[in-house]
């Protein structure tokens, strides 16, 4: 998820973990390697999936990794400039609301599978790639949208994570087009159905800075997402 450097080779990385959940590993000799051989650094860009045999001792904060290799290689993610912004966008996202190091194999497999469909999808479904992961995501922290849009309920009340009758006196709600198409991405179980899901770039700029909002208003210490202005960017 993240790498911070550490002494003059050295790095800490900040790695989400099936066993252990977020754990953080000390990493020697990952910079400065000559190309003939050593370790390389591109295995700890944020999204790698790694094999890791890890040394793990439940009360130290900083682990060591014996073994390490790619257990996915990416054909596109780490080169193609779109859906790499996608998923630090998505990296981000973790980041931000990832608060319990407790192991969840559920959310483990749902983001690695997550960054695999992404890797795979066509560019109508990468564009909105965004919005089907935020909104998964959150089903995982216990605050997942009810998906109960109709004629009779079309707001979105972000607050309260309901669809309801009337636009709510909080300035936290979606309506409309927007409502309705929330219910469409919450109705998307797999990435390929995004393709149905047909939006233009400022439909996707409001419904993602809702999400974010979202986000904010029920993790504590959320924040503003950095890669969103960059994102916007590249959907335009």
């Not at 483990?108 to 919005?131: K, M, Q, R, T």
């Not at 419904?207 to 904010?216: C, P, V």
């Amino acid at each position: 998820m993240k790498t911070t450097k550490y002494g003059e080779t050295s790095v800490i990385a900040n790695i989400y973990t099936e066993l252990f959940g977020i754990q953080s590993y000390l990493v020697n000799g990952v910079r400065g390697m000559s190309k003939k051989g050593g370790i390389k650094p591109n295995l700890f860009q944020p999204a790698a999936i790694l094999d890791m045999v890890v040394y793990h001792n439940e009360l130290k904060n900083l682990q060591r990794i014996k073994e390490f290799k790619w257990d996915r290689l990416y054909k596109h993610l780490f080169f193609d400039v779109f859906k790499n912004s996608v998923s630090l966008f998505m990296i981000e996202l973790l980041q931000r609301s990832l608060k319990q190091p407790e192991p969840n194999t559920d959310l483990f497999h749902f983001i690695e599978d997550a960054f695999v469909g992404l890797d795979e999808s066509s560019e109508a479904v990468a564009a909105n790639y965004p919005l089907y992961f935020a909104l998964h995501l959150s089903s995982f922290y216990g605050f997942r949208l009810s998906d109960r849009y109709s004629d009779r309920l079309p707001a979105l009340d972000l607050r309260e994570g309901e669809f309801v009758a009337e636009i709510p006196a909080h300035p936290y709600f979606l309506e409309g087009e927007y409502s309705r198409l929330t219910s469409m991405l919450l109705k998307a179980m797999q990435p390929h159905e995004l393709a149905e899901i047909k939006l233009n770039q400022e439909k996707r700029r409001v419904l993602l800075h809702a999400y974010e909002t979202y986000y904010a208003l029920h993790i504590q210490d959320f924040g503003t997402l950095k890669t969103l202005p960059v994102l916007e960017a590249i959907l335009s």
